[in-house]
């Protein structure tokens, strides 16, 4: 059974970059595509982007001159990178597989909040 | 940029009810959605993948249907540990991947 655990700090202060790993577990991270979702509190989900041990992604156009996603296929991690942060990328945010075009197994999510 | 808009936002059913919630999408997307529920305080939760499949696992009171611009999720027999949240996803299209913005189901 995969399991996903979203872990990096829990307040970045705004310009910053927020940083983020998913460790992959109970199966390789070479099986599926991997994404970033995340809630801020109160709404709703808006998906970030993907990356695939082979080296495809695909970012978000809204987010995408500010996200980067790779994968640490030695480590079964993969990490979210978001510059320039402000108060509204305060969210909730998840790992998650993708299989078939479907958000599959979800980490628990990490609360990061931008605040000086 | 392909929109998926989601109805009602909120609802109140009793249990046994028959519920329905709707997405429409801004362009044809053929059966490009999945169905998720999300209870308080919980992870998003697969129920329904490619419009009408039911994600194994996942009760048989739920169900999907539709095609092009117009999807539903209906649960038929509502339970009360059916309160969540649910969203609608397409996977067509830019950005890849959008959700709807919600529906807040309460029992009366």
């Known amino acids: 059974q995969v399991q996903l655990q979203e872990s990096g700090p829990g307040l970045v202060k705004p310009s910053e970059t927020l940083s983020l790993t998913c460790t992959v577990s109970g199966g390789s991270i070479t099986d599926y595509h991997w994404s970033w979702i995340r809630q801020p509190p109160g709404k709703g989900l808006e998906w970030i982007g993907y990356?695939?041990?082979?080296?495809?992604?695909d970012y978000n156009p809204s987010l995408k001159s500010r996200v980067t996603i790779s994968i640490d296929t030695s480590k079964n991690q993969f990490s979210l990178k978001l510059s320039s942060v402000t108060a509204a990328d305060t969210a909730v945010y998840y790992c998650a597989s993708l299989i078939d075009n479907a958000f599959d197994i979800w980490g628990q999510g990490t609360l990061v909040t931008v605040s000086s | 940029d392909i929109q998926m808009t989601q109805s009602p936002s909120s609802l109140s059913a009793s249990v046994g009810d028959r519920v329905t919630i709707t997405c429409q999408a801004s362009?044809?997307?053929?059966?490009?959605v999945n169905w998720y529920q999300q209870k308080p305080g919980k992870t998003p939760k697969l129920l329904i993948y490619d419009a009408s499949n039911l994600e194994t696992g996942v009760p048989s009171r739920f169900s999907g249907s539709g095609s092009g611009t117009d999807f539903s999720l209906t649960i038929s027999n509502l339970q009360p540990e059916d309160i969540a949240t649910y969203y609608c996803?397409?996977?067509?299209?830019?950005?890849?991947?959008?959700f709807g913005q919600g529906t807040k189901l309460g029992i009366k």
């Open positions: 990356v695939h041990y082979s080296g495809s992604n």
């Open positions: 362009q044809d997307i053929s059966n490009y």
């Open positions: 996803q397409k996977y067509s299209g830019v950005p890849r991947f959008t």
